[in-house]
């Protein structure tokens, strides 16, 4: 598993603001969609490409476009959400799909309520989206998901991370051709399975739940 921690000035600064208690919802969410675009572009130096042949005004030149099949881009529900907009205007030729995950706030164990994939994924690069990467285990359920369908890479996208989950990611997709881009790493999980210092429920404040 190979883990990226993106250190650009721009990326911490919006990060604080997340953090910020204080930041309205409204903030939250736009804050959220830009720090995805910045870590898309770490997230997809790896995309698959071919070559292709174009006209341009001045003469005939070869560029490259997004092999086929397309990228496929998985947010987990509902938190995950909040990051697509960011993701696909980076790259709006890529399929989406959907996971519902939901975590028992006792065993902290995550659930799938819901999917919406392609039943085959063979030779597909998947991007996963969700925001806390805490205690790993909806993440690391999500990506076995995915490699059980076919998928031959995953990277997932993630504003914040713990040790801990990192650890347990690690171990849950161990063999597997998995890329964790972050916008930070944090301290440690507190005894409720949250980040510190983190920035609370990412899906409440994204939705004004809280």
């Not at 770490?42 to 042949?53: F, L, N, W």
């Not at 099949?69 to 995950?80: D, H, Y």
């Amino acid at each position: 598993m190979r883990v990226h921690v993106a250190d650009h000035p721009l990326i911490t600064h919006k990060l604080t603001v997340l953090r910020n208690k204080n930041t309205p919802s409204v903030i939250f969410r736009a804050l959220t969609e830009e720090l995805v675009t910045l870590l898309a572009y770490e997230a997809t130096r790896a995309v698959r490409v071919e070559p292709v042949d174009i006209e341009t005004p001045v003469t005939s030149t070869t560029g490259v476009t997004l092999s086929q099949p397309k990228p496929l881009v998985v947010p987990i529900l509902r938190a995950g959400l909040g990051m697509l907009e960011g993701m696909v205007r980076l790259m709006p030729s890529a399929e989406v799909g959907f996971l519902g995950m939901v975590r028992n706030e006792e065993t902290l164990e995550p659930t799938t309520y819901a999917e919406r994939l392609p039943e085959d994924l063979s030779d597909r690069q998947c991007f996963v989206l969700d925001p806390m990467l805490a205690t790993g285990g909806s993440l690391g359920t999500a990506i076995e998901f995915l490699f059980k369908r076919g998928a031959v890479d995953v990277t997932a996208i993630c504003l914040l991370a713990a040790p801990e989950g990192l650890a347990a990611l690690e171990k849950a997709t161990e063999g597997r051709d998995v890329t964790i881009v972050l916008g930070a790493l944090d301290e440690r999980l507190n005894e409720h399975g949250y980040i510190v210092p983190g920035l609370g429920d990412a899906g409440d404040r994204l939705y004004g739940t809280v």
